[in-house]
């Protein structure tokens, strides 16, 4: 009996201990998508494939209503629970494309935008595009383009963009670029309506270049929405090429997510390691202050270094009693770094932007 005591207690306690252990900490994009059947016809498991392929760690989940509005994702409960405790970077958020009023569709990005920035998150509207007429329907020879709807979609996406201080994905504005140049590219599906296998993959292509800041020329990762079906590499590369130029559009630079600076990430093992990364200015050129910060004792021991977004090591920084560095980027490219710290056995991370 004392034998099996001195066995099971220390096994019970060791399993307890390892129950009770903080999770690992990742420097992780949480992405949350909100909308309706053209948001579940993009890809985000491409997105997520995309993101893996250059080495960034991205979380998504989807709510998906079809035929929904925003309001009636509003009306769902289960929606904004999910906003509230998701612990989101980015909520997505989509609305419907035809015959939709300014007025209402800002009532609701509005009232959905309160809740995602009360939560910590930044909002980030899916710019969808314009429908295709038919005639007769369901024959894709004879799709009809109207530049007016686009433009017409696009300017209510970018008004609430821009009266929010919100961000956008603008896919719709890669819609019009590609059909601008080839009216007869196959960017819808056969019911004019949805996006087609390319047309997704442009949207995936937007969305990885948008949230990522990289020139999606190259991936090679690949999802489909039809058993079967391909898209050549020649197109591939167009459609990657298409998305980097949209997202780099003069007028959408201050609106683009990977341009704006998203929170700290922060791991806990104890109370006493509490503590976080603060940078300014954030975006920069070519210096930045990089700082620890704990507001309960003074950090000695630690590690400090900064990364590319591809896990390239540019510089460790040797820890002072000040906590506070400048670093010089004049001889890096332009783009995403992120800076890693660990003290005490907590990590952090956090992403600056060096715009050049």
Known sequence: MKFAQSVFFPALIALLLFLCAPAPCQDSTRILFIGNSFSLRLPTTLVRS?????????????????????????????????????????????????????????????????????AGAKSVFYMTWAYVTQKPRYDSTNLVWFPSR???????????VTSLGALVSPVGFAFDTVIKEDLSFPLWYTDGYHQSTEGGYLGACVFFAAFFGEDPTGLTSFGTYYT??????????????????????????????????????????????????????NPFNPRTCITLENYRFQITDYELG???IS?????????????????????????????????????IAKKVLLTK
């Open 50 to 118: 995309f993101a893996r392929e250059r080495g960034y760690h991205v979380y998504t989940k989807e709510i998906i209503k079809g035929g929904t509005r925003l309001e009636g994702q509003w009306a769902d409960t289960t929606t904004l629970h999910e906003i509230r405790v998701g612990n989101y970077d980015y909520v997505v958020l989509q609305g419907y494309q035809v015959d939709y009023s300014d007025s209402k569709f800002s009532l609701y990005a509005d009232s959905f935008n309160q809740v995602v920035t009360a």
């Open 150 to 160: 686009q433009d017409t979609i696009s300017q209510i996406y970018m008004n609430a």
């Open 228 to 281: 079967g079906a391909t898209i050549d590499s020649a197109t591939k590369a167009y459609l990657q090429h298409m998305a980097w130029v949209t997202v780099n559009k003069p007028e959408l630079n201050q609106y683009i997510p990977y341009k704006y600076t998203t929170k700290t990430t922060t791991c806990f093992v104890a109370d006493k390691s509490q503590f976080q990364i603060t940078c300014s200015p």
């Open 306 to 308: 900064i990364y590319t």
């Open 311 to 347: 896990g390239k090591l540019v510089k460790s920084l040797t820890p002072d009693i000040r906590n506070s560095f400048v670093w010089d980027a004049s001889n890096q490219p332009s783009g995403v770094y992120i800076i890693k710290a660990t003290a005490g056995g907590a990590r």
